[in-house]
C-alpha cells in the first residue's frame, strides 16, 4: 500500500490540481473543481485510495483482492474504485489509474474552463 503522503505528492505532480481535506478527512483531489481521486474513507490500518475509471476498468477491477466498488459512490451508479487492502495495485498501476481519473475528469469539463486552466488536449 502506499502511503497518504506518496498519494499526495504524485496527484499534486498533476498539472492544475487543488487539494482539500473535507469529507471526515478525506485527502480529495480535484481539477477545475472536480474530484479526481480521494485518500481515506477507510476503515482499518491501509490507506484508502479511490479513483474514477472507465466501465471497462471498473468491471476489470472491481473483483480483484484488496479493491472494491467504492463506498457511496458505486452505489450511486458511479464508476470509482477504491483500493483499500493488499495485494491492490502496485504503485505504477495505482498512478496510472489515477492519471486516467484525472484525463476524465478534464474532458468533462467545458472548453472554457479546459482553456482557462491550459489544460486544452
Not at 43 to 60: A, D, L, V
Not at 80 to 102: R, T, V
Request: some cysteine; proline content about 4%; aromatic content about 14%.
Amino acid at each position: 500500500m502506499i502511503s497518504y503522503d506518496e498519494f499526495n505528492d504524485y496527484c499534486g505532480s498533476l498539472p492544475q490540481t487543488t487539494y482539500v481535506v473535507q469529507w471526515g478527512g478525506a485527502h480529495v483531489w480535484k481539477v477545475g473543481e472536480k474530484v479526481f481521486a480521494i485518500g481515506g474513507w477507510n476503515k482499518g490500518n491501509n490507506s484508502g485510495i479511490t479513483f474514477k475509471c472507465s466501465e471497462i476498468s471498473y468491471e476489470m477491477l472491481k473483483e480483484q483482492p484488496g479493491l472494491r466498488p467504492a463506498p457511496y459512490l458505486a452505489s450511486r451508479g458511479m464508476k470509482w474504485i477504491q483500493m483499500y487492502e493488499e495485494p491492490g495495485l502496485s504503485k505504477d498501476e495505482l498512478f496510472s489509474y489515477i492519471e486516467e481519473s484525472y484525463h476524465q475528469v478534464i474532458q468533462k469539463l467545458t472548453k472554457k474552463k479546459r482553456k482557462e486552466l491550459g489544460l486544452e488536449e
